[in-house]
């Protein structure tokens, strides 16, 4: 039986131009080239706020993706203002940028180093501006939200040989719920679904969505088998996980038994309630490296797709969060959870000692539920506020990705 | 680098070490740390593990054959490389994947 949202009157968001809501309303300093990172970082600490948070791109040559990644990121529904910081000699469409974000109706600034006349000044500038967005942020009130306005994306980090008997599948029930509630949820990591696409394919709502999927599995197959690594890491084996595939099967179980509705790339926003499927993997040649070089590269691309929160299944104990969007960490393993509790939301590995699935499945969908009416997560209170954001190259998703309801 | 270490004893003695994810799995995953020697009941039979299975591991249903493909879930996750009798540890020792080769640390660049 699935349960009902019984949070009457309970979440509560931050309306945006663009209809979206936000369960947060962060400031986003971002750094537009690693130069400014340091400025950028010192405007974050000195803030002295947690509700500042610093998100940027390292790199001075110019890439799409990048720029439109930080274009979803700063329009962000838990984002409500923005200031960039720029060296000034990289070559980043700060302007492009800056247009989009104030298009959106958010307070944006730019600060440009070496017009601005160095660290100090611009820290200063910064500090004041930071302030101001505050002040302004703290007026705006919220509206009532519901489920079915909710997008919930998931991944796994450090799996091992429980997490696709425990926490898992718990959150694949807490998918299944949440989608009943109209609500959307992203699956991801198509590198980590090598052998699964095949009952994958027969889940979407459409053959050709089917094909698609296939077609995408492919895809992250033949990108790790040149890059010479699967997803695959040695903490994977040292807990009991043998070979990618197993480690699929597991991973795959996240994704709950609902119907496939669509497969997304990174920046895509679930035009409605339902299950995706993002699709990580870089289009063409293999150009810029590994997929996603660490999970948070992967947060970063849920949140871009709009997710206002992760659910973060570990076996072996991560302990990260992110900046954005609140992570909640469901543990898979029973000892891990003894040794990390301080960091862990949700212990799955009571799974092992006779618990039921549905039972863990229903405290990860009340929690989230919890978490998106503004309680803290584990990792957000410890303040884990990771971003990693990399070169990649992706083609626009084809007709067949995004079947009509 | 060590394995996950028991961290208290838990309650869990009456709950079978050993979980079946599947009917057609030919591979069973320990719940618990199992000690060498321990004995166990696959399939209503008394079998003694003979290497330690840590939690989270596999271990063998039934015998298994070179070339065997290996059921979790009811869905391959590679093949035996070598033969494991039944309530042998499964693992990088004796399976293989059918599509990418694991990595381990203490590897070089190459993943081969």
């Given at each position: 039986?699935?349960?009902?949202?019984?949070?009457?009157?309970?979440?509560?968001?931050?309306?945006?131009?663009?209809?979206?809501?936000?369960?947060?309303?962060?400031?986003?300093?971002?750094?537009l080239?690693?130069?400014?990172?340091?400025?950028?970082?010192l405007?974050?600490?000195?803030?002295?706020?947690?509700?500042?948070?610093?998100?940027?791109?390292?790199?001075?040559?110019?890439?799409?993706?990048?720029?439109?990644?930080?274009?979803?990121?700063?329009?962000?529904?838990?984002?409500?203002?923005?200031?960039?910081?720029?060296?000034?000699?990289?070559?980043?469409?700060?302007?492009e940028?800056?247009?989009?974000?104030?298009?959106?109706?958010?307070?944006?600034?730019?600060?440009v180093?070496q017009?601005?006349?160095?660290?100090?000044?611009?820290?200063?500038?910064?500090?004041?501006?930071?302030?101001?967005m505050?002040?302004?942020?703290?007026?705006?009130t919220?509206?009532?939200?519901?489920?079915?306005?909710?997008?919930?994306?998931?991944v796994?980090?450090?799996?091992?040989?429980?997490?696709?008997?425990?926490?898992?599948?718990?959150?694949?029930?807490?998918?299944?719920?949440?989608?009943?509630?109209?609500?959307?949820?992203?699956?991801?990591?198509?590198?980590?679904?090598?052998?699964?696409?095949?009952?994958?394919?027969?889940?979407?709502?459409?053959p050709?969505?089917?094909?698609?999927?296939?077609?995408?599995?492919?895809?992250?197959?033949?990108?790790?088998?040149?890059?010479?690594?699967?997803?695959?890491?040695?903490?994977?084996?040292?807990?009991?996980?043998?070979?990618?595939?197993?480690?699929?099967?597991?991973?795959?179980?996240?994704?709950?038994?609902?119907?496939?509705?669509?497969l997304?790339?990174?920046?895509?926003?679930?035009?409605?309630?339902?299950?995706?499927?993002?699709?990580?993997?870089?289009?063409?040649?293999?150009r810029?490296?590994?997929?996603?070089?660490?999970?948070?590269?992967?947060?970063?691309?849920?949140?871009?797709?709009?997710?206002?929160?992760?659910?973060?299944?570990?076996?072996?104990?991560?302990?990260?969060?992110?900046?954005?969007?609140?992570?909640?960490?469901?543990?898979?393993?029973?000892?891990?959870?003894?040794?990390?509790?301080?960091?862990?939301?949700?212990n799955?590995?009571?799974?092992?000692?006779?618990?039921?699935?549905?039972?863990?499945?229903?405290?990860?969908?009340?929690?989230?539920?919890?978490v998106?009416?503004?309680?803290p997560?584990?990792?957000?209170?410890?303040?884990?506020?990771?971003?990693?954001?990399?070169?990649?190259?992706?083609?626009?998703?084809?007709?067949?990705?995004?079947?009509?309801? | 680098?060590?394995?996950?270490?028991?961290?208290?004893?838990?309650?869990?003695?009456?709950?079978?070490?050993?979980?079946?994810?599947?009917?057609?799995?030919?591979?069973?995953?320990?719940?618990?740390?199992?000690?060498?020697?321990e004995?166990?009941?696959i399939?209503?039979?008394?079998?003694?593990?003979?290497?330690?299975?840590?939690?989270?591991?596999?271990?063998a249903?039934?015998?298994?054959?070179?070339?065997?493909?290996?059921?979790?879930?009811?869905?391959?996750?590679?093949?035996?490389?070598?033969?494991?009798?039944?309530?042998?540890?499964?693992?990088?020792?004796?399976?293989?994947?059918?599509?990418?080769?694991s990595?381990?640390?203490?590897?070089?660049?190459?993943?081969?």
């Amino acid at each position: 039986m699935s349960p009902v949202s019984n949070q009457q009157g309970g979440m509560r968001g931050y309306p945006r131009s663009d209809g979206r809501k936000g369960i947060r309303n962060v400031v986003a300093v971002a750094y537009l080239v690693e130069c400014a990172h340091h400025v950028s970082r010192l405007i974050v600490q000195r803030s002295g706020a947690d509700d500042v948070h610093l998100i940027g791109f390292p790199g001075c040559y110019p890439n799409k993706y990048a720029l439109e990644m930080m274009k979803r990121l700063c329009t962000h529904p838990n984002v409500g203002a923005v200031l960039l910081v720029s060296l000034g000699c990289e070559s980043f469409n700060r302007e492009e940028l800056r247009r989009t974000i104030d298009a959106s109706g958010r307070p944006v600034d730019l600060l440009v180093i070496q017009h601005a006349g160095g660290t100090t000044r611009t820290l200063n500038a910064g500090l004041e501006i930071v302030h101001r967005m505050r002040t302004e942020l703290a007026r705006q009130t919220t509206v009532p939200m519901a489920l079915d306005e909710l997008i919930v994306g998931t991944v796994c980090g450090g799996s091992d040989g429980t997490s696709g008997i425990t926490a898992n599948p718990a959150v694949g029930r807490c998918f299944d719920w949440l989608i009943e509630n109209s609500a959307a949820c992203i699956f991801e990591e198509t590198g980590e679904l090598i052998g699964c696409e095949r009952i994958m394919a027969a889940r979407a709502i459409t053959p050709e969505l089917g094909r698609e999927i296939e077609v995408c599995v492919e895809k992250a197959a033949n990108y790790y088998r040149i890059m010479g690594y699967g997803s695959f890491a040695a903490g994977n084996s040292e807990g009991g996980l043998t070979t990618l595939e197993e480690k699929s099967m597991g991973a795959y179980s996240k994704s709950g038994s609902s119907p496939i509705s669509g497969l997304i790339k990174p920046g895509d926003v679930p035009p409605r309630g339902g299950l995706y499927l993002l699709d990580v993997v870089p289009d063409g040649e293999p150009r810029f490296g590994f997929p996603n070089i660490s999970d948070n590269a992967e947060i970063v691309e849920l949140i871009a797709c709009g997710s206002h929160l992760i659910l973060f299944t570990t076996g072996r104990g991560s302990v990260v969060g992110s900046a954005i969007s609140p992570v909640i960490k469901v543990c898979a393993n029973p000892d891990t959870y003894e040794r990390m509790s301080d960091d862990m939301d949700v212990n799955a590995g009571r799974i092992l000692h006779g618990a039921e699935l549905d039972e863990v499945g229903r405290e990860i969908f009340d929690l989230v539920q919890k978490v998106a009416s503004g309680a803290p997560s584990k990792s957000e209170a410890l303040g884990h506020q990771e971003f990693i954001l990399t070169y990649k190259q992706f083609e626009p998703i084809g007709p067949a990705c995004l079947p009509a309801a | 680098m060590t394995g996950i270490r028991p961290v208290t004893n838990h309650n869990s003695g009456r709950l079978p070490p050993l979980l079946l994810l599947h009917p057609e799995d030919n591979i069973l995953v320990a719940r618990r740390d199992i000690a060498a020697g321990e004995r166990v009941e696959i399939d209503g039979a008394s079998v003694i593990v003979p290497n330690a299975v840590e939690l989270g591991h596999k271990l063998a249903r039934r015998e298994l054959a070179p070339g065997t493909r290996v059921l979790k879930y009811g869905a391959p996750i590679g093949s035996m490389k070598v033969g494991a009798a039944r309530g042998e540890h499964v693992h990088l020792h004796n399976l293989q994947s059918d599509y990418l080769p694991s990595t381990t640390r203490g590897e070089g660049t190459d993943g081969h």
